[in-house]
């Protein structure tokens, strides 16, 4: 094992949103199950099991854009002399590389660049490797994260590097740990999960694996079913390999929209999958039977598809594919986790060589046979589970040798709880300014007071950091900061309308933005736009008064003003417009900068803005100019359909003038003011 350092053209993170995330997450609500179509017993469960409401209590990562410059990815190499497999530990601990010597292939799509796009839960995520995603249904919170790593003793004597940290939308800590044994041409990756707590808690993993994807690519796993789930979030069983209108789903390349397929695998069968080329050679993933789901993802043959697969990095890079292994069927599902209890498993990563005559054969069950087997004989299943069995007794290894470190959050969360976790260590030493607050309030029972020149820090929304500051004193005057928390708190729980009562007390003592804006998301979110709208204006105004005008905007202060104007307006805006105010929502926009020489807030999303802003006072020809001189939103969300709309609305509106646009001229926006390509990320359509 040794450290080296990942140069590649790369887009900076950028800051956090510094505005809690206390929008509901529409995409999470359960699909729809056509009428007749019966589903396992636990499965139906499972579906409806402990949704988020939001991702409380991380927040949003949403400050990059897509400038990308050389950049170094500290990295941790683990290698034999059969194969090379690099991590990156700051990033999500994302396996980036997997090289196979004898051959010379690597076995992963590799991404060139790193560019961030917001399709994770929390925000920023990015493509290529593997990535292991847990907490909630999505890419998760933590995949851009850093994570701790150290070097360990591998069962067989060498070295194994351990990764580990605390997840914070479920507050489970886990562990991921890369164990290469001698002239293995698989790399072994354990994983385990813990809830350390008195509660049942809802357990939630996928291990997100990027391939190349070629013409003749074709995934196998051992199954004849599969649930379909599109982007009109139906899930439907299908036929394997035989299921979109006539198409093979098993060639991904034939796809015609993006969609999920979660194969129905048996109960007693292994767990394996694999996607190969038209040669019969590719990468092959298996596990212990626990990680039972295994499913593919597909971007299809779209405009909209293409155009993510360029999105996420640079022109002329050969497209990917996915396939994935999670602990339940379906990625829609979130498994009950006993108090006091752990989930393990071990999952192997390596080639996989088979007659391509037979992997591309037209009898599907010769196709995944011949796979299969050369799976046994490369792999053996009992190889598999006698790896797991050694890697557990070695799972609560101390670490010794640090090699990376995470956040402060573990520790903070150990110190409340007075969990053990052995082998993996949350220490004092990570704490940082965003958990000292929450240790004052943990041992002193005191709520800190707020900075004078930043924005309120993280919040923590867990049922014991609740009752901490329900119970907290405060310092005189600071009631209405304690305040703001717990309705953080509570609106995280659910209980809106308390959450509400203690806002309003807080504004009531103390009116502040933060506390406005926290009001306006509750109104909007009760379908109250006009009060919304109200509450938003009244948050920029605020702010403005108290915060914007007057800081340096060479500081840090400025800095931290300019980050949450652009955070506010982002909300507002879009609330005005859905009002009917559109000139309140130009007045937004149009408020200088802090620093006197007139700036005005930029980048693609603002301009978008700006364009559904002019569309609303009346000036499509304003909207289309911005349009034209093209933007491209680096923050865009998976499924968004805004660009699209907001074009031909403003298409309907030039071709209709002052009339009514009628069907017509909606059928004619279509045929003469075609969507450009580079506006096109429309997911649910197929290309002409």
């Not at 391509?356 to 599907?364: E, I, L, M, T, Y």
């Not at 009346?618 to 907001?646: C, I, K, N, P, Q």
Request: with cysteine; proline share 8%; hydrophobic share 40%.
């Amino acid at each position: 094992m040794r450290r080296t350092a990942l140069s590649i053209p790369a887009a900076p993170l950028g800051p956090e949103n510094p505005l809690p995330a206390l929008r509901p997450l529409a995409a999470l609500q359960p699909p729809a199950v056509p009428a007749g179509q019966v589903l396992p017993a636990d499965m139906a469960r499972q579906i409806g099991y402990a949704p988020l409401r939001s991702v409380l209590p991380v927040r949003i990562l949403d400050g990059y854009g897509r400038d990308r410059a050389p950049a170094e990815f500290d990295a941790l190499v683990i290698e034999n002399d059969r194969l090379r497999a690099t991590v990156l530990p700051g990033l999500g601990g994302r396996l980036y590389s997997l090289f196979h010597k004898p051959t010379g292939r690597e076995l992963l799509y590799r991404n060139p660049v790193f560019q961030p796009a917001a399709l994770a839960l929390a925000g920023a995520w990015f493509s290529g490797g593997v990535e292991w995603n847990l907490g909630a249904t999505g890419h998760a919170a933590h995949t851009c994260a850093p994570l701790h790593a150290a070097r360990v003793p591998a069962p067989d004597g060498g070295e194994m590097l351990r990764l580990w940290e605390w997840e914070r939308l479920r507050d489970l800590p886990f562990q991921i740990d890369f164990w290469l044994p001698e002239e293995s041409d698989f790399l072994y990756v354990g994983v385990r999960v813990r809830n350390p707590h008195d509660r049942t808690v809802p357990a939630y993993w996928w291990s997100n694996i990027a391939v190349p994807e070629t013409e003749r690519s074709r995934v196998l796993a051992p199954a004849e079913a599969a649930w379909h789930f599109g982007y009109s979030r139906a899930l439907s069983h299908v036929p394997v390999p035989a299921a979109e209108e006539g198409t093979d789903l098993s060639y991904p390349a034939r796809a015609g929209r993006a969609a999920d397929y979660f194969f129905d695998i048996g109960d007693g069968d292994r767990r394996w999958i694999t996607a190969l080329d038209g040669e019969g050679r590719g990468l092959v993933q298996t596990s212990t039977d626990l990680l039972r789901g295994r499913k593919l993802f597909v971007w299809g043959r779209g405009s909209g598809g293409r155009r993510w697969q360029e999105w996420l990095t640079e022109p002329g890079t050969g497209g990917y594919l996915e396939i994935q292994a999670g602990l339940a069927r379906t990625q829609l599902e979130h498994i009950p986790m006993p108090a006091d209890s752990d989930f393990s498993w071990l999952e192997a990563y390596g080639p996989l060589a088979a007659d391509p005559a037979v992997v591309h054969g037209d009898d599907w069950a010769a196709a995944r046979a011949e796979a299969a087997g050369r799976l046994e004989q490369a792999l053996p299943r009992g190889t598999v589970e006698a790896a797991y069995a050694s890697w557990l007794d070695h799972a609560d290894t101390e670490p010794k040798d640090m090699l990376a470190t995470g956040s402060g959050w573990g520790a903070l969360e150990t110190a409340r709880g007075h969990f053990q976790l052995p082998g993996t260590p949350f220490t004092a030493g990570t704490l940082d300014d965003r958990q000292k607050p929450w240790l004052e309030l943990l041992l002193a029972g005191v709520f800190p007071r707020p900075a004078a020149d930043t924005p309120p820090g993280p919040s923590l929304v867990s049922p014991q950091w609740r009752e901490l500051l329900e119970e907290a004193d405060t310092y005189p005057g600071n009631e209405w900061f304690r305040d703001y928390y717990l309705g953080i708190a509570q609106w995280a729980a659910g209980d809106r309308a308390q959450a509400v009562r203690s806002w309003q007390r807080s504004l009531a003592a103390h009116p502040s933005p933060w506390v406005l804006r926290a009001l306006a998301v509750a109104e909007d979110d009760a379908g109250e736009t006009g009060r919304a709208a109200d509450n938003y204006l009244a948050a920029y105004d605020c702010l403005r008064e108290t915060f914007l005008d007057g800081a340096d905007p060479t500081g840090p202060a400025g800095q931290a003003a300019i980050e949450v104007r652009r955070a506010l307006t982002l909300e507002a805006v879009p609330v005005l417009l859905a009002a009917g105010r559109p000139e309140d929502a130009e007045r937004v926009l149009d408020h200088p900068l802090p620093g006197g020489d007139g700036r005005l807030l930029d980048g693609g999303r603002i301009r978008l803005l700006r364009a559904r802003t002019a569309l609303a006072l009346g000036d499509a020809a304003a909207a289309r100019a911005l349009f034209d001189e093209g933007f491209e939103v680096a923050d865009l969300y998976e499924g968004a359909e805004t660009l699209t709309d907001t074009w031909f609305a403003v298409a309907e509106r030039l071709l209709a003038g002052e009339g009514q646009v009628t069907e017509e001229i909606r059928v004619r926006a279509r045929a003469e003011h075609p969507l450009p390509p580079g506006y096109d990320f429309r997911m649910n359509t197929e290309s002409p």
